[in-house]
């Protein structure tokens, strides 16, 4: 990764949802994230994401914080890309394949029910 100083647009961090970035949050906050944290709990998250997904960062949380407040667009960015990566995999198709029902009275050829 570059030098956080020297990324202008979200695409330039490479942001992976990964079960990393939710590890470093929470060694950073001490529990899973909960959207109650508010703001705070988003931008350690963020800056969790950012070193989750750039395993050779070299960044702290207070050169992030100067990045991001000469970048503040770039919270709603990661906000937005976190719910359409959660939305994707809420809607993937499971493995399973759909159970068939029977019904009691099935119809035969002309409709009716024997």
Same mark, same amino acid.
Request: aromatic fraction near 10%; charge should be negative.
């Given at each position: 990764?570059?030098?956080?100083?020297?990324?202008?647009? %979200?695409?330039?961090?490479? *942001?992976?949802?990964?079960?990393? !970035?939710?590890?470093? +949050? #929470?060694?950073? $906050?001490?529990?899973?994230?909960?959207?109650?944290?508010?703001?705070?709990?988003?931008?350690?998250? %963020?800056?969790?994401?950012? *070193?989750?997904?750039?395993?050779? !960062?070299?960044?702290? +949380? #207070?050169?992030? $914080?100067?990045?991001?407040?000469?970048?503040?667009?770039?919270?709603?960015?990661?906000?937005?890309?976190?719910?359409?990566?959660?939305?994707?995999?809420?809607?993937?198709?499971?493995?399973?394949?759909?159970?068939?029902?029977?019904?009691?009275?099935?119809?035969?050829?002309?409709?009716?029910?024997?």
């Amino acid at each position: 990764m570059k030098n956080i100083k020297e990324i202008n647009s %979200f695409e330039e961090l490479n *942001l992976k949802m990964t079960f990393r !970035a939710h590890i470093i +949050y #929470e060694k950073i $906050m001490g529990h899973s994230f909960d959207t109650s944290d508010g703001l705070n709990g988003i931008v350690v998250l %963020f800056f969790s994401y950012v *070193l989750g997904s750039n395993r050779d !960062a070299n960044l702290d +949380y #207070e050169e992030f $914080m100067d990045w991001l407040d000469e970048h503040p667009e770039m919270i709603t960015k990661f906000s937005e890309w976190l719910v359409s990566g959660t939305d994707a995999r809420n809607h993937m198709p499971s493995n399973e394949e759909p159970k068939e029902t029977k019904s009691e009275e099935a119809p035969n050829k002309e409709g009716k029910k024997e």
